[in-house]
């Protein structure tokens, strides 16, 4: 279920610190180390899955309700309600896709403009 070598799954398990925001039997979420946007969360699946590359069929569902849940922690953790406010889902997938960290991991931005990055 987890890799022993993957940093993400030793957030999950506690090994390594973060600043959580929530948390269920399958899902994680936690500040990014190096925030882009005033806010800047990452939500990833407790299974490890390396990418979206290897999402499956019966990831469906999983991958459902992370999307599912962003806009609720979005607004809880202090983006400002949409149309004005807003967040950006972010998914970074292999290298050319960005992906530093091969632990499948949905980056939800937000808060006032500008932020670090566009
Ligand atoms: P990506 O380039 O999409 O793989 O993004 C990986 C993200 O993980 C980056 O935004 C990093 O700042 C973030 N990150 C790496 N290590 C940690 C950590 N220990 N705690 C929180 N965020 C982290
Ligand atoms: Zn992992």
């Given at each position: 279920?987890?890799?022993?070598?993957?940093?993400?799954?030793?957030?999950?398990?506690?090994?390594?610190?973060?600043?959580?925001?929530?948390?269920?039997?399958?899902?994680?979420?936690?500040?990014?180390?190096?925030?882009?946007?005033?806010?800047?969360?990452?939500?990833?699946?407790?299974?490890?899955?390396?990418?979206?590359?290897?999402?499956?069929?019966?990831?469906?569902?999983?991958?459902?309700?992370?999307?599912?849940?962003?806009?609720?922690?979005?607004?809880?953790?202090?983006?400002?309600?949409y149309?004005?406010?807003g967040?950006?889902?972010?998914?970074?997938?292999?290298?050319?896709?960005?992906?530093?960290?091969?632990?499948?991991?949905?980056?939800?931005?937000?808060?006032?403009?500008?932020?670090?990055?566009?």
């Open positions: 279920m987890s890799a022993s070598n993957c940093i993400f799954c030793k957030i999950v398990a506690g090994a390594i610190p973060s600043r959580k925001v929530y948390e269920d039997e399958e899902i994680f979420a936690f500040h990014d180390i190096h925030p882009w946007a005033p806010v800047h969360f990452l939500l990833i699946p407790k299974l490890h899955l390396a990418s979206m590359a290897q999402v499956a069929p019966e990831h469906q569902a999983l991958l459902g309700r992370m999307l599912a849940l962003a806009p609720r922690l979005a607004l809880q953790e202090g983006c400002n309600p149309p004005e406010g967040f950006r889902i972010l998914c970074n997938t292999g290298a050319e896709g960005g992906q530093e960290v091969q632990h499948l991991h949905f980056h939800v931005m937000g808060g006032p403009r500008p932020w670090l990055r566009a």
